[in-house]
T-cell receptor, first 110, second 116 residues
Framework: EDQVTQSPEALRLQEGESSSLNCSYTVSGLRGLFWYRQDPGKGPEFLFTLYSAGEEKEKERLKATLTKKESFLHITAPKPEDSATYLCAVQALQNEKLTFGTGTRLTIIP | DTGVSQDPRHKITKRGQNVTFRCDPISEHNRLYWYRQTLGQGPEFLTYFQNEAQLEKSRLLSDRFSAERPKGSFSTLEIQRTEQGDSAMYLC??????????????FGAGSRLTVL
């Protein structure tokens, strides 16, 4: 069964303090690894898809990387508007569903 | 296109009642998904449609849950004889299924169900 584990569960950072979120996964053949952002009371918002080990993608202050067992979401010089829950999900080759982790709740303090 | 729309946004019901949620996907998307999310957890897959065909269904989806997508457009998720454990956010998502970003899910804002 596909599994996704995210750490830490919660992270508080000062504005401008860079850090990384971790997503460890097991999947029977990876089709893609996805990062989503979710604000309270809203649906998840797509950030990145990574398909193969070594791949990296960037968007503003966020950068996602992928290895064969884990993915990192690096956040550089975060701002308060980056506060949200960040969800990681995997999609296996043989089906369409995404298996999500429980997320990392990120709080950026001004 | 305004994205994925879900209705109602909030529903409070008594145990044992039936409830129905509606999802209108992005018009050019032929794939539609239902997920359930409880507090502090990630979304959990329920079921998936390609056009009007229901192609995948979670083992967790009990017989009280049924989903339809008539004519491959909007979808409904019905929960019969609701239980307190059904209280959750029900999320709908759609994807194009082809081209760049084929498997990228666009989520709606969700329908929050509270069963008293």
């Amino acid at each position: 069964e596909d599994q996704v584990t995210q750490s830490p569960e919660a992270l508080r950072l000062q504005e401008g303090e860079s850090s990384s979120l971790n997503c460890s996964y097991t999947v029977s053949g990876l089709r893609g690894l996805f990062w989503y952002r979710q604000d309270p009371g809203k649906g998840p918002e797509f950030l990145f898809t990574l398909y193969s080990a070594g791949e990296e993608k960037e968007k503003e202050r966020l950068k996602a990387t992928l290895t064969k067992k884990e993915s990192f979401l690096h956040i550089t010089a975060p701002k308060p508007e980056d506060s949200a829950t960040y969800l990681c999900a995997v999609q296996a080759l043989q089906n369409e569903k995404l298996t999500f982790g429980t997320g990392t709740r990120l709080t950026i303090i001004p | 296109d305004t994205g994925v729309s879900q209705d109602p946004r909030h529903k409070i019901t008594k145990r044992g009642q039936n409830v129905t949620f509606r999802c209108d996907p992005i018009s050019e998307h032929n794939r539609l998904y239902w997920y359930r999310q409880t507090l502090g957890q990630g979304p959990e897959f329920l079921t998936y449609f390609q056009n009007e065909a229901q192609l995948e269904k979670s083992r967790l989806l009990s017989d009280r849950f049924s989903a339809e997508r008539p004519k491959g457009s909007f979808s409904t998720l019905e929960i019969q004889r609701t239980e307190q454990g059904d209280s959750a956010m029900y999320l709908c998502a759609s994807s194009s299924g082809s081209g760049a970003g084929a498997n990228v899910l666009t989520f709606g804002a969700g329908s929050r169900l509270t069963v008293l």
